[in-house]
């Protein structure tokens, strides 16, 4: 476990010679990694493609920094590429001086919004989303990502617009057509990479393996023999960039910023939890709100568009070897120094052998022991995951996150609206008398023991009245309730009413409802309320002997004598001819 960065200290009170260079390492591979991912999400947001490469840099390094997660890759992605293109492309032509300044302008409200919810400690709502949805987002993502780089690995012309369900289908129709030195070139990235991971995985498998497939690539030919290369790149600092700040700009700008703002956001959040379930590293999601609102705010004076956490990068970042925030620095570093003095030699990287690296960091992505896990152990999670897979492949891919979520509140609402109404009788056992579940013939006749698991509120008052009316139905009416109140975590005023109620019902019946072992949150709620006063003081108990022994003297005892139960100490011993029933 020493990969990891204990979570009870800064990360940077960790650094040594060795997690450096590691960071080094990891921060190498991620910038070779996002060279052609920046030029594409570029032009896919309808930017010049050196804007790509500039969000690779500073907002980069102010996530990294500001946000709570150690392996945690942020800049340009596609989905927050689409949507800038979309809101954007409508008030300005692509490319255009004009366009540019909305897209920085837009950045700077993504980074404002995202950074006020951070300090509101709004972080808190990403806790509503499972493990379940966080790990069919995960291999949902994963199988697009190794969908998307199979046409550059096989060296296939196609759309990059085309679906899952339709990419897959052009790429079965064009298998024959395959290009075999692009495919030559991605195996051996893939055996490379897998053989170091093996043999050597204190090694940069990942970049090794990317050296290696573009020297295969060069011996092979190269662009002569078809084999694509990522071309020249530009080699121009970052300029310097001023968002309008019009208020006219913000009132046209103001409603895609915030959608962005979330998509970002929930993008971030959820990265960083897939890669937390392999680390084990905690992480603080104010904090995540925080640092991708000051790396877009930052970035979009230094010419950036606005960034997220990207699933590919911060898997490769992860799976390279990082071990603190600062491979993320690194990259950012590279990648800058890479636009500044060496674009000609990125110019000659083999696309095939990106595309490799790619699918294998995805393919690993997919946590298939968890998987395995969640469909045995619990139905409910495995529908959770499966329709979030599955809005993941066929919808976009941060509503698909949304569905998950929506489904997973949809499903603990429904819980939670239910709790758990066990009617319980007293046992005698070494360890003294205590209170155990118990099938109807053997509770009392006249007093029902009832233990509530959950919460008294708006949304389960209706549920417990109905669970107290089954209970007393059961036993033929007028009969006496002891509500075990040790289970129940909180009360509203709509479930305090409906004890009122449910008292009230009793009581016309020759029945009564009692309250014991309330805990403190729970009694202050009675209390401050009344509602106490007006169930009756003297139904209110504070431990299950002084109810029972308060609440016998009321029962029928003519019943009593006639009872075969008998199971309370306060029960008349049986009658003599009772002994041998």
Not at 180 to 200: C, E, K, M, Y
Not at 500 to 511: D, H, M, V, W, Y
Request: aromatic share 8%; glycine share 8%; charged share 15%.
């Amino acid at each position: 476990m020493d990969r990891y960065i204990s979570d009870q200290r800064p990360w940077w009170r960790s650094l040594s010679r060795r997690t450096l260079q590691r960071d080094l390492w990891a921060g190498l591979t991620g910038a070779v990694i996002v060279l052609p991912q920046g030029v594409a999400f570029a032009l896919l947001a309808g930017l010049p493609p050196e804007y790509g490469l500039y969000t690779a840099i500073v907002p980069v390094i102010i996530a990294a920094l500001f946000g709570s997660s150690h392996h945690l890759m942020s800049g340009p992605t596609t989905p927050i590429s689409v949507v800038l293109f979309t809101t954007v492309s409508v008030l300005a032509p692509p490319e255009t001086p004009a366009y540019i300044s909305l897209i920085l302008t837009l950045t700077f409200m993504v980074g404002a919004f995202q950074l006020a919810m951070g300090l509101a400690r709004l972080g808190m709502l990403v806790n509503f989303i499972s493990q379940a949805v966080i790990i069919g987002f995960t291999a949902g993502a994963a199988l697009l990502i190794i969908t998307s780089q199979t046409r550059h690995l096989l060296g296939l012309e196609m759309s990059r617009d085309l679906s899952f369900w339709r990419a897959w289908q052009s790429v079965a129709q064009h298998l024959g057509d395959s290009h075999l030195p692009s495919l030559i070139v991605g195996i051996t990235t893939l055996v490379v990479a897998i053989a170091i991971q093996r043999l050597r995985p204190r090694w940069p498998s990942l970049f090794i393996a990317m050296v290696i497939g573009a020297l295969t690539a060069a011996v092979m030919g190269g662009a002569d023999v078809g084999i694509r290369l990522l071309g020249e790149l530009p080699s121009e600092l970052p300029p310097i960039s001023a968002p309008d700040f019009s208020l006219t700009t913000f009132a046209q700008l103001a409603s895609g910023a915030f959608a962005i703002a979330l998509l970002g956001l929930l993008e971030a959040v959820s990265i960083a939890r897939s890669i937390a379930a392999f680390s084990h590293q905690q992480h603080d999601a104010n904090r995540e709100f925080v640092g991708q609102g000051l790396s877009n705010i930052v970035g979009s004076f230094f010419s950036s568009f606005a960034s997220s956490g990207s699933f590919s990068r911060s898997g490769i970042n992860f799976r390279a070897g990082a071990v603190t925030p600062l491979a993320a620095v690194f990259s950012a570093l590279l990648v800058f120094l890479i636009v500044l003095i060496a674009a000609p030699l990125a110019a000659y990287l083999p696309i095939p052998a990106v595309a490799m690296i790619l699918i294998l960091v995805a393919y690993r992505l997919i946590d298939w022991r968890q998987i395995r896990t969640i469909f045995r152990a619990n139905p409910t999670d495995a529908a959770v995951l499966i329709t979030t897979f599955t809005a993941t492949l066929f919808v976009e891919l941060t509503f698909a996150v949304y569905v998950g979520v929506i489904l997973s509140l949809m499903l603990h609402l429904n819980r939670i609206s239910h709790p758990s109404i066990v009617s319980m009788v007293p046992r005698d056992t070494q360890l003294g008398r205590r209170f155990d579940e118990a099938p109807l013939k053997h509770e009392c006749p006249q007093l029902s023991i009832v233990r509530i698991d959950g919460s008294l509120f708006f949304g389960a008052s209706n549920f417990v009245e109905r669970g107290l009316r089954d209970i007393d139905s059961a036993k033929g009416g007028a009969n006496r309730i002891l509500i075990l109140g040790d289970g129940i975590n909180f009360i509203d005023v709509t479930g305090a009413e409906a004890l009122l109620r449910e008292a009230e019902r009793l009581r016309s019946r020759g029945g009564d409802l009692y309250l014991c072992d309330l805990k403190a949150g729970v009694l202050e709620v009675m209390e401050k309320g009344g509602y106490a006063k007006e169930l009756g003081l003297k139904n209110v108990f504070g431990t299950k002997s002084e109810a029972i022994a308060a609440i016998y003297p009321e029962l029928d005892h003519e019943r009593c004598r006639q009872c075969q139960v008998r199971l309370f100490k306060e029960c008349p011993p049986r009658e003599p001819d009772d002994v041998g029933r």
